[in-house]
């Protein structure tokens, strides 16, 4: 009864405008009622609400100042954990340019402007440009693995060039405590291939996102740099070097 609940609060709003201002979770939303992590928030279906708790326990039991929203969408976490008093620096990152004009819209409805930093690109382990290929269905899986885009070609029909960098050639940080949220896509190793001198050198703990194909690499890649693994939420796995 609850999933036929909940279908049928999606094609009622699928029925009005496409894009809409809603209030959920005490925050303003703009919404995309065809989008299907939108359609979440819209119908009220709890989404990925365990990770977001656990981010908020990572960071009050570790004291953790600096968080990266890394594949950050339409900004669920950044603008959830903005309120976290001790994160002095949020930066969120999403090379999709229709995701990070949503993100950026998100941000000035709940006065967020200057309390996040929005990067228009997309972390690898290089600077260049890539493909992003993109399903018009669900924005939030897009990626920049080619192979998971032939697996699955009639989804990833719309490819775009977007702009990459490596998270150290943008940040020069050392000896701070940090979250890092990770939801790429496929392109976990590439990302954190990237980040090797900030893991290294920074008290941080981790949520990635891995894919059933990713997931030992990601597990080796985290124990080689010293990190321990601190379970998992779904598709989500937690590492720390604290």
């Known amino acids: 009864m609850r999933k036929l609940h909940w279908s049928l609060l999606k094609r009622l709003y699928r029925m009005g405008g496409r894009f809409g201002v809603h209030a959920r979770l005490e925050r303003r939303w703009l919404l995309d009622n065809r989008n299907w992590i939108d359609q979440q928030l819209l119908i009220r279906r709890p989404y990925e609400v365990e990770q977001i708790a656990r981010c908020r326990q990572m960071i009050r039991e570790h004291g953790l100042t600096h968080f990266f929203d890394i594949g950050a ?5 950044s603008v959830l954990l903005s309120d976290e008093p001790s994160l002095a620096e949020m930066h969120a990152f999403e090379p999709l340019p229709r995701n990070a004009h949503q993100l950026a819209a998100n941000l000035y ?18 600077t260049g440009e890539v493909d992003l290929f993109v399903d018009p269905h669900s924005t939030g899986v ?3 693995m080619s192979a998971q885009s032939r697996y699955r070609q009639e989804a990833y029909r719309i490819s775009i060039r977007v702009e990459t960098r490596a998270f150290d050639e943008l940040f020069g940080l050392g000896g701070i405590r940090a979250l890092v ?7 976990e190793i590439l990302v954190l291939s990237g980040m090797k001198g900030f ?8 949520q990635v ?8 690499q990601v597990d080796a890649f985290m124990a080689a740099a010293s990190y321990r693994p601190l379970g998992r939420l779904g598709a989500d796995a937690y590492y720390t070097n604290l």
């Open 209 to 216: 996102e891995t894919m059933p194909q990713t997931q030992e």
């Open 199 to 206: 893991l290294v050198g920074n008290d941080v703990v981790l």
């Open 142 to 144: 897009s990626t920049l």
């Open 181 to 187: 949220k990770m939801d790429v896509e496929g392109a």
């Open 73 to 77: 969408n339409f900004g669920l976490y």
């Open 109 to 126: 409805l709940n006065g967020l402007d200057n309390r996040v930093k929005l990067h228009e690109l997309a972390l690898s382990d290089r």
